[in-house]
């Protein structure tokens, strides 16, 4: 799709981009072989060097061109061409304040691995991991978990961000991420009830019992969620090519890997009648 892409050229929006399909110019190399247009010379001419410079940047693998430059709810256009490159990320904390909480966990789908990272344990690792991937994957992590995870270690995501709330509520979806899923015909089964709040429980329990079955249905939470995205993002980009003229080109639904984690009922049961004993549900 993002050869047919005309957003990120000045002065084309959506009518415009949408009058060119309709003339029959349906991608980049149809606009710079075909001089028969209403636009004048001069915008022809600046229109064109901006096409030339996208297949140079297409060339040399930088969704960063284009992520600055197409709106964030038309991110789904650059997401095949940079799939072997994307990552699927998120976070769980002890709160939602980044300047005094902490990050717990830490999980990346890549498409084809899971990875996961552990307060205490190997978290520091993931700076240096995540420089392998150039398209990031969230939801609402453009106002959370990339800013919580740079002031946490104090670094810079550079990477081109797609942030699937966006996309979805373009879409009609709006609304925390599991109730987009719900809406979308997904079902967590036993991780249905746990939530963010839940998951910052799930972290003190195991802290305070050094129960690792409560750090193992923590993981299996946070990595339902990057693996969830994946089926998202496609569903998504389907969604929204399915109104242009080149729904043809939809893509599969991927078959997701197994989270290497389960959830351990005794436990979330136990803490959710504690919540209860004490008031708090």
């Not at 990050?103 to 991991?129: A, C, H, M, R, W």
């Not at 990057?226 to 998504?236: D, G, H, K, P, Y």
């Amino acid at each position: 799709m993002l050869k047919n892409t005309f957003l990120h050229i000045p002065g084309i929006g959506i009518k415009t981009e949408k009058r060119l399909w309709k003339s029959g110019i349906y991608n980049w190399d149809f606009f710079l072989n075909n001089r028969k247009t209403d636009i004048p010379p001069k915008k022809l001419d600046t229109r064109s060097e901006c096409l030339k410079e996208s297949i140079n940047q297409m060339a040399s693998l930088n969704p960063n061109y284009f992520a600055e430059l197409i709106p964030a709810s038309h991110h789904w256009r650059f997401f095949p061409e940079f799939r072997n490159a994307t990552v699927y990320l998120d976070i769980e904390t002890t709160g939602l304040n980044r300047y005094y909480e902490t990050i717990t966990t830490i999980s990346l789908y890549d498409g084809k691995s899971i990875f996961y990272y552990v307060k205490d344990q190997n978290l520091d690792d993931f700076p240096e991991d995540i420089k392998q991937y150039k398209v990031i994957v969230t939801y609402n992590g453009k106002s959370f978990d990339v800013p919580f995870i740079e002031r946490y270690f104090s670094i810079q995501l550079n990477q081109a961000h797609i942030d699937l709330r966006y996309i979805l509520a373009s879409l009609g979806y709006k609304g925390g991420l599991k109730f987009c899923e719900t809406r979308l015909g997904f079902n967590r089964g036993n991780l249905t009830d746990i939530d963010g709040f839940f998951a910052v429980l799930l972290w003190y329990d195991y802290l305070k019992n050094r129960n690792e079955k409560a750090l193992e249905t923590l993981l299996a939470y946070n990595i339902q969620d990057v693996l969830t995205l994946e089926m998202l993002m496609v569903i998504s980009y389907n969604l929204k090519i399915k109104d242009t003229p080149f729904y043809r080109n939809s893509l599969p639904e991927p078959i997701l890997p197994k989270s290497p984690f389960r959830v351990d009922m005794e436990t979330v049961e136990r803490i959710r009648s504690e919540q209860i004993y004490f008031g708090f549900a």
